[in-house]
């Protein structure tokens, strides 16, 4: 059993049945009682925040936490199958994990998805930039370059976007999957 001397950030603890990543902690010794430990931690099923105190030397359920790179092959209703690229597993996972980003999401890219010791896929996650079509958008309108207007534009996977004026269709653009904005076009 771990102790809190074996606390660090980026590390999984299990508190009443939840799992919950450590974001920071700190070491507080107040004057009369003995020494704590401040512990934020993100909940990894709900994304809450919870803030926990612990008494130096006190027992704590460390989780182990599995990292792997996983490739999207297709969806199969609220299931997205996934295949380990070196020993060609296949797992299905939840499309929650993903969250709102999933709207970027699109056969053959690469997710990073994280298994606890049970082998449950606990938390996925998609690219920060992803490169897709524009499959349409209206056509800018000639000289309109002055102002810092953008139009929106829909992308092969169904997601919309706010794009410059000067993108047309059927360019490919760099898009940041975590607040879905343009950031540049692709050669």
Same mark, same amino acid.
Request: glycine share 6%; with cysteine; hydrophobic share 40%.
């Given at each position: ?25 700190? @070491? ?9 430990? @401040?512990?934020? *931690? ?37 299931? *997205? ?10 797992? *299905? ?71 410059? *004026? ?22």
């Amino acid at each position: 059993m771990a102790t809190t001397a074996d606390l660090s950030r980026g590390a999984f603890l299990r508190i009443e049945g939840e799992l919950g990543q450590v974001l920071d902690w700190e @070491h507080v010794t107040p004057n009369k009682t003995g020494a704590l430990y @401040h512990v934020k *931690l993100r909940n990894v099923r709900t994304g809450k925040l919870m803030q926990i105190r612990f008494r130096s030397g006190e027992s704590i359920e460390l989780e182990r936490v599995e990292l792997k790179d996983m490739q999207f092959i297709y969806k199969e209703g609220n299931a *997205l199958a996934c295949m380990d690229s070196e020993t060609f597993e296949q797992v *299905l996972i939840d499309e929650k994990l993903i969250g709102e980003p999933i709207r970027f999401l699109k056969e053959g890219m690469n997710i990073e998805i994280s298994f606890d010791s049970n082998e449950t896929a606990i938390f996925a996650q998609i690219p920060n930039f992803v490169e897709l079509m524009i499959t349409y958008t209206e056509p800018g309108i000639k000289g309109d370059t002055a102002t810092n207007s953008s139009k929106a534009a829909t992308l092969e996977t169904g997601a919309e976007v706010r794009v410059p *004026l000067f993108v047309e269709n059927d360019q490919k653009i760099r898009v940041d999957t975590r607040d879905g904005s343009y950031i540049e076009r692709v050669k």
